[in-house]
């Protein structure tokens, strides 16, 4: 039969199993503060567009092109899905103001160059300029950690998109 455990014998196993994360090959520390985390911080602090009421934020591990390709039209689709203006106007947009706003989080994609990542940017608005109607409704956008203008240096790459919509009525 089996003695009840003393508290000081859960506690040594307790912290015998957090002792043996650090055994496993290289892994030193396990944090919980992930890439979305710290990005929204400081885009809560850096961005003066950034509304929490209307700003969402996806994270994505990637790190081809054509994987950030995918990755970004399915926000944009997601995202005009839920639309007034897509499903209002039918691509006859007339006054449009800006509404949801998405960062889309890509800490593994072209991290060490600001111009590849515009360029990625570029290419994403090229395409969504030629989806009749689409450019009206969102615009593409950057923030990454080795941009030129120190002020918008985040800390991973992150593409915006700016959703427009139509305004409020009062």
């Not at 929490?52 to 399915?74: N, P, Q, W």
């Not at 593994?108 to 290419?123: G, Q, V, W």
């Not at 395409?127 to 615009?139: F, M, N, Q, R, Y």
């Amino acid at each position: 039969v089996e003695e009840p455990k003393t508290a000081n014998d859960l506690n040594a196993e307790e912290e015998a199993f957090w002792n043996s994360f650090g055994k496993l090959g290289g892994l030193e520390e396990i944090s919980m503060v992930t890439p979305t985390s710290v990005a929204s911080k400081w885009v809560a602090e850096n961005d003066p567009s950034y509304d929490a009421s209307k700003s969402t934020f996806v994270s994505g591990d990637l790190k081809m092109v054509d994987e950030a390709h995918e990755f970004a039209f399915s926000n944009i689709v997601m995202q005009r899905s839920n639309s007034k203006t897509s499903k209002a106007t039918a691509g006859k947009v007339k006054e449009l103001a800006p509404s949801k706003r998405s960062y889309l989080v890509l800490p593994n994609f072209l991290a060490s160059s600001a111009t590849s990542f515009e360029r990625f940017a570029t290419e994403v608005s090229a395409i969504v300029d030629t989806i009749p109607g689409l450019s009206d409704e969102v615009s593409i956008s950057t923030l990454h950690p080795e941009t030129v203008e120190k002020e918008w240096r985040s800390p991973h790459p992150i593409l915006i998109l700016q959703f427009y919509d139509e305004p409020e009525s009062d």
